[in-house]
């Protein structure tokens, strides 16, 4: 029987269940039969306390609790209420004054900047370059749209940043291609929490400074868990760095009120670039709000009302940080257990340096995460590893989980 009755392929593989949300399933399955304390469910997206509910920035809610029906229920304008897209660029880049022409327009979400640079900057049957440890939707959002996803590696044999197979997938693709969409999620990666250091981002810049000028490059810097990896200033010093780039690269932010609003259901976001000039930075505005136009058309407004109310108000915006350090904290700590455990028992796992997940590499991921389920810890399979999802469970069951996955590996 063909695969679809009415619906077209167009090139692309739908399973039938999502991953992720069948793993969830069966672990809530199991938390149903054997009860909550039998089982870790490390699969889930989100800061979760504790007894595993939602952490919310009270700050946050009380915002949005106090809107106007005119601050939610009206249409905001395709690109972002222009206070809205004013506080982006402040929520992104803080205290750093760019250089260049910096804009911004809204998306629903990450993911919506995600869409919007591969629509815009490849063409259809493109290859769009990430690290081979990625968010699979990076895959989803590229086939969605006729385009495909090649990888370099992550890491080489000593498992620092890989700049030579970076180098070398760049111009293996340049060679292919007149134009390159790259996606680089750092800090606090997902999924193995790595972030790319200034010496490593020196080395991203050199390698696409020395391309052929007439070849056009977009840098997509995917910064969805940016304030979740330590000190908020800090980790955005690779910013700056991002102006050194030649005229035919174009370096943009995806940036993300998911987790550092905890608006994950409202579907906030917004795209950043930060062009060398006016004319590309007003281009950029242009094709992303036809882009936005043809797919989500606006984006909610209430969220980027909440956003517009924070950094309207000092003070607010500092009880915001304030509470968003200690949830991190409270993440930062579950991450270091993790790490101490593993490395008590001997297990393997990635550079983790913050942020929501942390990557064990094995052999057969999907063996291995079933055998796991019979003993109770739910864990995503990867091509090459397991995903550990850290927001999502106690730092208790961070410490339980090494022991498992070393008896589980050994057989
Ligand atoms: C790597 C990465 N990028 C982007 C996103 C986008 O998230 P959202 O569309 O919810 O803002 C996520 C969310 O899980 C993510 O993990």
């Known amino acids: 029987m063909a695969e679809y009755i009415m619906a077209a392929q167009n090139g692309r593989n739908i399973p039938m269940e999502d991953t992720i949300f069948g793993i969830s399933r069966r672990a809530n399955e199991m938390i149903a039969n054997e009860g909550a304390d039998k089982v870790i469910n490390a699969t889930i997206g989100?800061?979760?306390?504790d007894d595993g509910e939602l952490m919310v920035l009270s700050s946050v809610d009380e915002t949005f609790m106090g809107l106007e029906p005119i601050e939610y229920a009206q249409y905001a304008p395709i690109g972002g209420t222009p206070a809205f897209r004013k506080a982006a660029i402040k929520a992104a880049l803080k205290n750093y004054e760019p250089k260049g022409f910096v804009r911004a327009v809204a998306t629903p979400g990450g993911t919506g900047c995600l869409s919007d640079v591969v629509a815009n900057y490849s063409c259809p049957g493109?290859?769009?370059?990430?690290?081979?440890?990625?968010?699979?939707?990076?895959n989803t959002i590229a086939t969605q749209q006729g385009r495909s996803i090649a990888t370099f590696q992550l890491f080489d044999e000593e498992r620092k940043f890989n700049l030579a197979d970076f180098s070398a997938q760049v111009a293996a693709l340049l060679a292919e291609q007149d134009r390159l969409v790259i996606f680089l999620n750092t800090p606090a990666q997902n999924p193995t929490g790595y972030s790319l250091t200034d010496e490593d981002w020196k080395g991203v810049i050199s390698v696409l400074s020395e391309q052929d000028a007439d070849k056009r490059i977009a840098l997509l810097v995917d910064t969805a868990y940016i304030d979740f990896a330590g000190d908020e200033d800090e980790y955005r010093s690779f910013i700056p760095l991002l102006e050194e780039l030649p005229a035919n690269v174009l370096p943009m932010l995806a940036f993300?009120?998911?987790?550092t609003f905890t608006l994950y259901g409202l579907r906030c976001g917004a795209l950043i670039c930060l062009a060398q000039s006016e004319e590309v930075a007003d281009e950029f505005v242009r094709v992303c709000e036809f882009f936005a136009r043809g797919s989500w058309s606006n984006s909610p407004k209430a969220g980027q009302s909440i956003i517009t109310n924070i950094f309207a108000d000092e003070e607010l915006l500092a009880k915001v940080t304030e509470e968003r350090k200690e949830i991190r904290d409270l993440l930062l700590a579950r991450g270091r257990a993790f790490e101490e455990e593993s490395a008590k028992v001997g297990l393997e796992i990635l550079p983790y340096d913050g942020g929501f997940f942390a990557s064990i590499p094995c052999d057969d991921p999907k063996a291995a995460s079933l055998e796991l389920e019979k003993d109770g810890i739910f864990l995503v399979p990867l091509a090459k590893g397991l995903r550990v999802s850290l927001a999502s469970i106690s730092e208790e069951k961070c410490r339980r989980i090494p022991a498992k996955v070393v008896e589980v590996l050994k057989k």
């Open 126 to 138: 493109d290859k769009i370059l990430t690290t081979d440890w990625f968010w699979s939707p990076y």
């Open 256 to 259: 993300s009120m998911s987790k």
């Open 46 to 49: 989100a800061l979760l306390n």
